[in-house]
């Protein structure tokens, strides 16, 4: 399996700050990487694709990059809806492996 | 519009065999490329991908869990069913269903897009 792991674990931040998350692949996963935000109660939504083409309907405040085993989510300008859990995924094979999580708290 | 919704019973017995269906619209399960994904959270921890069934009939899962889950598509009714035996208590958790958006060739790498709400399923006698 394809192991993922994300850093940092927790990051605190203020509005309008900028936020960088990493995750790493433990192996080539080429650009098949995903990045997910999930709010407590509810389904994952889709923010990255394909390392770092941006889904409908997402702001543009957040970017991804990378390829081969290490990518990035940035968060432009933190907004107060940011505040959530962020999970990387791969889709390069199965099985399908996601990130440990990064929660994204208020300072 | 595409819509995910999973149904099945919120509490099972130790041993018992879950059984999960999820109901889906605005998509076509024969379209190249395309699968639906089942995804488990157990309370507090992180997304644990269990298996996908793509549009040519193709299931895969995890390795941690394939003794236990067969996942199996209706077309016809828009349906996909999860079922995983011998339930434990550590398999308390949410599952959802999820849209596997791929292009042909390369199925399911374009992420998941789609989301079922989500169902808490308990494990306890």
């Known amino acids: 399996d394809i192991q993922m792991t994300q850093s940092p674990s927790s990051l605190s931040a203020s509005v309008g700050d900028r936020v960088t998350i990493t995750c790493r692949a433990s192996?080539?996963?080429?650009?098949?990487l995903n990045w997910y935000q999930q709010k407590p109660g509810k389904a994952p939504d889709l923010l990255i694709y394909a390392a770092s083409s941006l889904q409908s309907g997402v702001s543009s405040r957040f970017s991804g990059s990378g390829s081969g085993t290490d990518f990035t989510l940035t968060i432009s300008s933190l907004q107060p809806e940011d505040f959530a859990t962020y999970y990387c995924q791969q889709t390069y094979t199965t099985p399908i492996t996601f990130g440990q999580g990064t929660r994204l708290d208020i300072k | 519009q595409i819509t995910l919704k999973e149904s099945g019973p919120t509490l099972v017995k130790p041993a018992q065999t879950l059984t999960l269906t999820c109901s889906f619209s605005?998509?076509?399960?024969?379209?190249?490329?395309?699968?639906v994904a089942w995804v488990r959270q157990p309370p507090g921890k992180a997304l644990e991908w269990l298996g996908v069934v793509y549009w040519d009939g193709d299931p895969r899962y995890s390795p941690s869990l394939r003794s236990r889950l067969t996942i199996t598509s209706d077309t016809s009714k828009n349906q996909v069913v999860l079922t995983v035996t011998d339930m434990a208590p550590e398999d308390t958790a949410t599952y959802f269903c999820?849209?596997?958006?791929?292009?042909?060739?390369?199925?399911?790498?374009?992420?998941?897009?789609?989301w079922g709400q989500g169902m808490l399923v308990t494990v306890s006698s």
């Open positions: 999820a849209h596997n958006r791929g292009i042909p060739m390369l199925r399911g790498i374009l992420g998941f897009d789609y």
């Open positions: 192996e080539t996963i080429t650009t098949y």
């Open positions: 605005g998509f076509s399960l024969t379209s190249m490329g395309v699968g």
